[in-house]
């Protein structure tokens, strides 16, 4: 595990939370599953504690801790992405609670948030260009999911 690692509080779906995004994110995998030694206040002995694995080579871990925390859309994951293809595989594989989807914001199925964001926007975005980056900025804040073409229309003017 990395020096600074994130860990993600869960009630009982560390596994299968971990196992989805390691089947999804190209590079990743579950480095350990750790069993409870003994019961603790949500849980028992020998069930899933927590589960270590690793997001494109990026240290994670996953705590079953009980139902008291969740996510909130002050933390999300970001995908840096190459292209519209990948946008919207992520997008599809993602986007669980739709009333949720804002400018390339979606919500996993485990209530995490996520930023599904071609590189692309990010360059246009720090365009040297203010009017071009301006055109960007307001494409980009009337979309749900991240439409390349349709920023770069905008770039254009």
Not at 50 to 69: D, K, Y
Request: aromatic share 8%; charged share 25%.
């Amino acid at each position: 595990m990395d020096k600074v690692s994130t860990w993600l509080w869960c009630n009982r779906d560390a596994e299968a939370m971990a196992a989805f995004y390691t089947g999804l994110i190209p590079d990743s995998r579950i480095v350990e599953v750790v069993r409870s030694p003994a019961d603790y206040p949500n849980g028992k002995a020998g069930d899933v504690l927590t589960v270590e694995f690793t997001l494109a080579g990026r240290s994670f871990c996953a705590l079953n801790g009980g139902p008291e925390f969740t996510f909130s859309e002050a933390i999300s994951l970001q995908i840096s992405c190459e292209d519209q293809a990948e946008v919207d595989r992520y997008w599809h594989a993602l986007s669980a609670h739709p009333g949720n989807e804002q400018c390339g914001w979606v919500k996993d199925r485990y209530g995490l948030s996520w930023q599904i964001v071609p590189r692309r926007l990010t360059q246009l975005i720090a365009d040297r260009d203010r009017a071009r980056s301006k055109r960007v900025m307001e494409a980009m804040m009337s979309m749900k999911k991240i439409d390349l073409a349709e920023l770069e229309r905008a770039a254009q003017g």
